[in-house]
């Protein structure tokens, strides 16, 4: 722990620290550009220069390259290092254009920051300057090379960190263009980080351009809703619109970066078709009218059926504070017939996730720092896009990866990868729940033995499972894995992804309450007379639509509550807008048990850019702010139990009933998070019975997760639309030749959900014997939702 | 064709039988360029399917270097090196001279296509400066006078 003085300041950092950041301790912002705190240090715009007076080195040198070391004296700001600076500044200005007013950077641009911390205020460079011609890098970045000043950062994070391989580095000396080989989409999943990283405007945000200025912009600290790892984020909103989202930085979770679904999903919030007012049936009413409407028909059927005649429904995307309001309301009207997820498979999933030992439970932070990790039934990229990318950086160290799935499984790293069938997996955890007796059905002997042993003698290993895959059991037998696997000085820890940002908060809640599939039967029997949907679309959610649409057409009352036109909303006959994340307060909790609180960002309301139809405002005046009516879901639950609408309070009560989430109350959105304080208790016992064998030449059908187009609230935002494929299936080589099917040519797919046309897509790193489908809304494909067992099918020429 | 059949299974063996691939980016692309006389966009294509790499990683490389054309040249291309060394011991009156005779100005082509003019960074002959290159000979200590010569050397090379 070297200790130095900076700028007549102490302080100790720990060993290989550079001077840059020791720096950054104490508060001293050395200007700087090519140094990232993610990327590390590379010394090439030579701007954070600084002055050593003494100790081991002296004279100027580049404080980021510099570690440092006990008895330094350092100086960054004497006239020396100032004339120094102010020189590279304008060498690095030279070409540089003066488009700052029409620049999408200009205000948050690093550039003009340490141009004017550099001292350089006038241009005495009169010269021609560097022009080149731009690239069209696809739907999300814009493309301006002019003004780039050859930090390199961009490559680094799309290359180093990120694993893409289409764009680079071009030319040399004066010629360099940092661009692709021809125009085209960028195709890392990651490829939006260069929005953040780059320091000037050459990589913008396309869809936000021309938009807003920073200043302009309300933000605050947000979590992202589009997956269970819950990165941090700062979304930005104006005029009533939810302009753009950017990474924020939390080192438990995604560090500094976030994938594009979750940059590029945020069009949710404005979305046009977005129910906004409370209706009764398809007739718009008050709140008091639609409160009313609910109350009494709660109380009539109370009445006549019993509290018990009432179902209660939230989903993985309400927040914790809705989930518990929800529990409580339930307790209150006495019904018990209350469920937090709307497909059991993810329900029991989550469950049994939620009750592994918090010691081994791996953040993602873990995940960067393991030397073996086995991905058994887990597709990070569909998924949960931001494991790939800290599994990246773990190879980066030299960690094994190591991918066993049925699926052809992409990362953008160096793993092995293990085509192994869906039954053929859970085998394989239970072989490895006891590796001392090595008891591996006969196909998985090496593979199993060898994964049981370099678990054994990894320092760090990781078991990383996706519940949808592995179901209820398959989990288990991965929390059992782990537990075998894992010695005194070495645990083994585990992680699972979960169906969306807050399956833990609900699988925490649900206790040993029923799954869905009873409240169905409970409906299909008559018991069940109104089921309230809190963010929840059990027609889209629950595995067989055809029951679930059947048995809510049995209802006397469907009432929905959500901020998105679901599929359930449209069968609702009554219905009150809830708001956005952004458009709120609360907390989720992610796939590893960490509470994470957010901040609210805007106020609810149609968008002006909608509301004006791109043009003037609409000129009449109004007390009213046009579609302000969402209300977060726990206020409303606050307002019908007749409780304050005060989220301390809230959070207070949570805490001290259930001493889980302790320390809920002190959450602080800018923070890490906080783990909870102990899982969940340990039950399988609402096991649904799992039969489905089927004949072995039959041909299995998987429906799995896709980074666009299957989670719901990404799927509404309009500029993913271009990205997200269209309906497909996916078969082995083998099985193609079998049924005589051509790559690319149509394809009838006979399933359960009736015969379907896609688009055939062959994959030799699959296993045969299985046709793959991704779960695509809005397409023919819809109806089949993943997390079930594989279910029969057919197939055929078109 | 880029590169005949026999070519491009010869390179193939060799990318695996190397440990990192783009060990072997500069050979690809030399005997592309060696069969066509420069690397055209086509050509950086068929090098990355050769290599498993990406275009753009073949690209990178490609222009980072000075000795790879992504530009169609003169059958030979005379570098004349304009870095410090030679810049000292009067490599600019070689240049303007150069283009004199040429009566092209650099990165020209001569109208009979034989000749391309291009300054280079260096040519690893700072104790014999002023050098230029022309083809693959290298040419040291060059004096002004010299260059009528060799220039007329190099034409009849082709000639003959």
């Not at chain 1, 050395?30 to 715009?45: D, N, Q, T, Y």
């Not at chain 1, 193609?736 to 009736?754: D, I, M, N």
């Not at chain 1, 897509?761 to 699959?766: K, L, S, T, Y």
Request: aromatic share 6%; glycine share 10%.
């Amino acid at each position: 722990m070297p200790t130095l003085i900076i700028d007549n300041q102490t302080v100790t950092v720990p060993e290989g620290t550079n001077v840059l950041e020791a720096a950054k301790r104490l508060g001293i912002e050395i200007p700087h550009f090519c140094h990232h705190e993610a990327l590390g240090s590379v010394g090439a715009c030579r701007l954070c220069a600084v002055e050593f007076r003494e100790g081991p080195v002296k004279g100027i040198q580049m404080s980021c390259m510099v570690p440092a070391k006990d008895g330094m004296v350092v100086d960054t700001g004497s006239a020396e290092v100032l004339a120094y600076r102010a020189q590279v500044i304008e060498w690095l200005m030279t070409n540089h254009p003066h488009d700052c007013p029409v620049c999408d950077e200009g205000g948050e641009c690093q550039l003009q920051d340490m141009t004017v911390a550099g001292g350089h205020g006038i241009r005495r460079y009169t010269g021609p300057k560097r022009t080149y011609q731009n690239q069209n890098l696809g739907p999300f970045i814009a493309h301006e090379m002019n003004r780039c000043i050859q930090c390199y950062r961009c490559v680094r994070t799309y290359q180093d960190y990120c694993g893409g391989t289409d764009f680079g580095v071009l030319g040399s000396r004066q010629r360099l263009y940092f661009g692709r080989f021809s125009d085209g989409p960028l195709e890392s999943p990651f490829a939006g980080n260069l929005i953040d990283v780059c320091p000037t405007g050459v990589l913008t945000d396309k869809t936000y351009r021309f938009k807003s200025r920073i200043w302009d912009l309300q933000e605050a600290p947000s979590i992202c809703p589009h997956c269970s790892l819950g990165c941090a984020v700062t979304p930005g909103a104006r005029y009533r619109q939810l302009q753009r989202r950017r990474a924020r930085t939390n080192n438990r979770t995604n560090g500094h970066f976030i994938c594009d679904r979750g940059r590029f999903g945020y069009g949710y919030a404005n979305h046009p078709d977005r129910p906004r007012y409370p209706l009764l049936g398809h007739r718009r009413v008050t709140w008091q009218e639609a409160l009313a409407a609910l109350q009494n028909k709660l109380q009539e059927l109370g009445e006549l059926f019993g509290p018990g005649s009432i179902g209660l429904l939230t989903s993985s995307r309400a927040t914790l504070e809705t989930q518990f309001l929800t529990k409580r309301w339930a307790a209150a009207l006495g019904s018990d017939q209350l469920c937090f997820e709307a497909h059991p498979g993810r329900d029991l999933g989550a469950r049994v996730a939620a009750s592994q030992r918090l010691d081994r439970t791996a953040s993602l932070e873990d995940v960067r720092n393991c030397d073996l990790a086995v991905l058994i039934g887990a597709d990070p990229l569909s998924e949960a896009p931001m494991l790939a990318l800290a599994l990246r950086q773990a190879a980066r160290r030299g960690a094994r990866i190591v991918v066993v799935d049925p699926r052809p499984v992409e990362l953008p790293l160096a793993y092995e990868r293990h085509a192994v069938s869906v039954e053929k997996l859970g085998q394989l955890l239970r072989g490895l729940s006891r590796p001392q007796q090595s008891e591996f059905p006969s196909s998985m002997e090496e593979l199993g033995g060898s994964l049981a042993s370099a678990l054994l003698a990894a320092k760090s290993p990781l078991l990383i499972g996706g519940t949808d895959l592995l179901g209820p059991q398959g989990t288990e037998a991965m929390q059992q894995a782990a537990e075998a696997c894992s010695q005194p000085e070495t645990p083994c820890r585990t992680m699972f992804l979960l169906a969306g940002p807050n399956s833990f908060g609900g699988a925490l809640l649900s206790a040993e309450g029923p799954c869905f599939s009873s409240l169905l039967e409970g409906m299909e029997q008559g018991r069940i007379k109104a089921l309230l949907c809190f963010e929840a679309d059990p027609l889209a959610d629950y595995p067989d639509r055809k029951r679930s649409r059947a048995a809510l057409a049995r209802l006397d009352m469907l009432a929905v509550f959500d901020c998105a036109a679901t599929a359930t909303l449209q069968e609702a006959d009554l219905f009150f807008p809830t708001t956005a994340v952004e458009e709120s307060t609360g907390t989720l909790i992610n796939n590893e048990g960490r509470m994470q609180a957010f901040e609210q960002v805007f106020s609810a309301g149609t968008p002006l850019a909608e509301s004006a139809g791109g043009s003037h405002p609409p000129r009449f005046f109004s007390r009213d702010i046009p579609g302000s009516e969402p209300q977060s879901a726990w206020g409303i639950l606050g307002a019908l139990m007749g409780r304050s609408a005060d989220l301390l309070t809230l959070r207070s009560e949570i805490e001290k009933n259930d001493h889980r989430f302790a320390g809920l109350s002190q959450l602080e959105a800018r923070g890490e998070g906080r783990r909870i304080a102990a899982p969940r208790q340990y039950s399988l016992s609402h096991q649904p019975n799992i039969s489905g064998i089927m004949g072995s030449d039959q041909l299995q059908l998987l429906v799995t997760e896709t980074l666009y187009g299957s989670e719901l609230l990404s799927n509404l935002s309009s500029c993913l639309h271009e990205s997200t494929p269209s309906a497909f299936v996916m078969l082995h080589p083998q099985d193609a030749a079998r049924f005589k099917l051509e790559e690319g040519k149509k394809v009838l797919l006979g399933t359960p959900v009736g015969d379907l046309t896609l688009t055939l897509r062959i994959a030799g790193d699959m296993v045969p014997g299985m046709a793959i489908v991704p779960r695509l809304r809005g397409t023919v494909l819809e109806p089949l939702v993943p997390g079930t067992e594989p279910l029969p099918c057919r197939i055929e020429k078109a | 064709m880029l590169l005949s059949e026999k070519q491009i299974t010869q390179l193939k063996r060799r990318v695996r039988e190397t440990p990192h691939p783009r060990e072997m980016i500069l050979d690809v692309l030399h005997a592309i360029q060696d069969a066509n006389g420069w690397v055209s966009d086509e050509g950086v294509e068929l090098a990355a399917i050769i290599l498993g790499l990406s275009p753009l990683q073949v690209e990178e490389v490609a222009t980072f270097y000075d000795k790879i054309y992504r530009r169609p040249v003169g059958r030979k291309v005379i570098h004349i090196c304009d870095s410090i060394c030679c810049w000292s011991r009067g490599s600019e009156a070689l240049m303007q001279r150069l283009q004199q005779l040429l009566g092209i100005a650099a990165g020209e082509t001569t109208i009979d296509g034989m000749f391309t003019l291009l300054p280079t960074c260096c040519l690893g002959a700072c104790a014999d400066a002023p050098a230029l290159r022309i083809g693959k000979t290298l040419y040291g200590k060059v004096a002004i006078e010299q260059l009528e010569a060799i220039l007329d050397g190099e034409r009849t090379e082709v000639s003959s």
